[in-house]
């Protein structure tokens, strides 16, 4: 399968609900979503789409053996390449096809390629999903000092 630009991440269910915008502070998610959007320049880090409307996207790393999920990094997204990555509920709230064509626009590819991606991210959501409870980590955070 080619490299591809766009793609779709789907968490393990023992990640669900975990993320840190969700569970840090308001104020310093806030600050946080805030300093990615600026480093970004304020455009979406896949597609370049300027947008007003930026989504702070958890980059994670899932290591099945030790059980543990790393935070990588905070991207900011414009709303259709963060729909991309959560195709699953992007389909599941009537969003499906406009995340089929971005994928496919951004990635210059076909309904092939897609499907071929979405059935390797699917059997790697199954495999993640045998671990019941991850164990986070956060280097980024931990540089910073903000507890979590």
């Not at 630009?5 to 998610?29: E, R």
């Not at 969003?95 to 496919?104: L, P, S, V």
């Not at 059997?123 to 903000?146: C, H, T, Y």
Request: net charge neutral; proline share 4%.
């Amino acid at each position: 399968m080619q490299n591809l630009k766009l793609t779709i991440d789907l968490l393990p269910k023992g990640a669900w609900g975990k993320d840190f915008s969700i569970t840090l502070p308001k104020p310093t998610w806030d600050k946080l979503r805030q300093a990615t959007y600026e480093a970004a320049g304020y455009q979406c880090e896949i597609c370049g789409a300027k947008s007003k409307k930026l989504v702070a996207h958890e980059v994670w790393n899932f290591d099945i053996p030790s059980r543990t999920q790393t935070l990588r990094e905070i991207q900011a997204l414009c709303p259709a390449c963060h729909g991309v990555k959560h195709f699953r509920n992007s389909t599941r709230i009537g969003y499906g096809e406009q995340a089929k064509q971005h994928f496919m626009q951004v990635n210059h590819c076909g309904l092939e390629t897609l499907t071929q991606h979405y059935l390797a991210a699917e059997s790697l959501f199954e495999q993640r999903n045998q671990v019941e409870k991850w164990e986070m980590k956060a280097p980024l955070l931990d540089e910073l000092g903000i507890e979590y």
